[in-house]
């Protein structure tokens, strides 16, 4: 679930988001006893996205890396990449240009090569849009024009508002990682269900990109 407001131009001081994070930990930790503990134990939010990298480049990403372990995706990408040497990352135009063999002897399967394709030709007809024209456009509907390329999924899409735009109230429910997190900090013995975890972020409002971060680490605290 993410959220509807209308986008408008804002200050970007807090290196690429759209939110002050120490306001937002603040917030969380009067709004949420629960998460309040876990703040205190992860330390401060340094939740902040790379610059200069279009949507494009993202979502490419974003393909080569699902159901990969890191080690495997980094490869992979690192040899589409050297395809379009000394171009530092592919263009729409030159991506859609290469054969589909080609970027199979990179290592990318059937389905990651179609995918591409498909999003190239979407960079290419300005549904893709740039990150000017992202940042004029709420969650929903980057969700709704995004989607539509083949292997991007609402998740996908959430995590790029997330990570790479800087969006503050961004809820990926789905997420595994959010649940888990979720589970152990409240304590529950079995997996959210997503009505579960949507009603108690309420509270966490309009900050919900943040306590989902906070989540990850608890998912992952030893």
């Known amino acids: 679930m993410t959220t509807t407001a209308p986008r408008t131009a804002v200050p970007r001081p807090n290196r690429g988001l759209d939110y002050d994070p120490d306001q937002a930990c603040r917030h969380l930790a009067a709004a949420d006893p629960v998460l309040a503990e876990v703040i205190g134990r992860t330390g401060a939010c340094i939740l902040r996205p790379p610059w200069g990298r279009s949507l494009f480049d993202a979502l490419m990403r974003s393909i080569v ?3 990969l372990s890191g080690k495997a995706a980094d490869t992979i990408l690192s040899r589409v990449v050297a395809l379009y040497a000394p171009a530092p990352t592919p263009e729409p135009a030159a991506l859609l240009a290469t054969d589909d063999a080609v970027l199979r002897s990179a290592g990318l399967s059937r389905n990651k090569t179609a995918a591409l394709k498909d999003l190239a030709r979407h960079a290419l007809d300005g549904t893709i849009p740039t990150l000017a024209e992202a940042r004029a456009l709420s969650d929903d509907e980057l969700v709704d024009r995004l989607t539509v390329v083949r292997g991007i999924g609402r998740w996908t899409v959430e995590m790029l508002l997330i990570f790479r735009l800087g969006r503050p109230d961004v809820l990926p429910v789905d997420d595994l990682g959010v649940r888990k997190g979720f589970q152990r900090a409240y304590g529950m013995r079995r997996l959210p269900a ?29």
């Open 194 to 222: 997503a009505v579960t975890l949507t009603r108690r972020a309420e509270r966490w409002r309009p900050y919900r990109s943040v306590a989902s971060w906070y989540l990850w680490r608890e998912a992952e605290r030893r």
């Open 65 to 67: 890396y699902q159901q």
